[in-house]
């Protein structure tokens, strides 16, 4: 059974702090990680993906990815209130031609103002 | 990025019926996939639909409580059958062009009662 670990958190950080929300996954042959915020009552909405090790960056929002330690990681810089939602990890539990995202459960974080 | 127009966007039906829900893109998509949301947890992938095809359902998961159809590149549907108070959720629909990122639908929220 292919699995993404999150911590449910809540995450809370003050204003204008770095956020740090943390993801590993248990297959070793994921290609394509994503992540997703989603605001209480809404659908996830994509912010950041990542395909390669390293970090990528977007803004206020770094994403990381180390293959080797199957770990991958959001970095949200100068942390605003707006930015209190629940995160989700994805990683593609692609096998063979199929396609799938499986989601992590996601952490909750709280940014106070 | 795709944008997914899902209908209805909440509903309160009586036990023993059947919802079907509407998920239309608005542009040629690879994947089109339906999730299960309960209250404070994450998503659940419930099947995968294929053009042209039966849907390729997740463990717990079966055809006759969760009939879909994807008559198209462009659009599916996901009926919720013979329903009871534990189907009560949200139900969301989700599209990606290949092997990547996915987008999702704003959601189905239904209540059964």
């Known amino acids: 059974q292919k699995e993404v670990e999150q911590n449910s958190g809540p995450l809370s950080v003050p204003e204008g702090a770095i956020a740090s929300l943390n993801c590993t996954y248990s297959d070793r042959g994921s290609q394509s990680f994503f992540w997703y915020r989603q605001y209480s009552g809404k659908s996830p909405e994509l912010i950041m993906s990542i395909y390669s090790n390293g970090d990528k960056e977007d803004g206020r929002f770094t994403a990381q990815l180390n293959k080797a330690s199957q770990y991958v990681s959001l970095l949200i810089r100068d942390s605003q209130p707006s930015d209190s939602a629940t995160y989700l990890c994805?990683?593609?539990?692609?096998?063979?031609?199929?396609?799938?995202?499986?989601f992590g459960s996601g952490t909750r974080l709280l940014v106070r103002p | 990025s795709a944008v997914i127009s899902q209908k209805p966007s909440r509903d309160i039906c009586q036990r023993g019926t059947s919802l079907t829900i509407q998920c239309q893109v608005d542009?040629?998509?690879?994947?089109m996939f339906w999730y299960r949301q309960q209250p404070g947890q994450s998503l659940t992938l419930i099947a995968t639909a294929n053009q042209g095809s039966e849907a390729t359902y997740e463990s717990g998961f079966v055809i006759d409580k969760f009939p879909i159809s994807r008559p198209n590149l462009t659009f599916s549907t996901l009926t919720v059958s013979n329903m009871s108070p534990e189907d009560s959720s949200i139900y969301l629909c989700?599209?990606?062009?290949?092997?990547?990122?996915?987008?999702f639908g704003q959601g189905t929220r239904l209540t059964v009662v």
């Open positions: 994805a990683v593609d539990g692609r096998m063979d031609s199929s396609y799938k995202l499986i």
């Open positions: 542009s040629q998509v690879t994947m």
């Open positions: 989700s599209a990606a062009g290949g092997f990547a990122e996915a987008f």
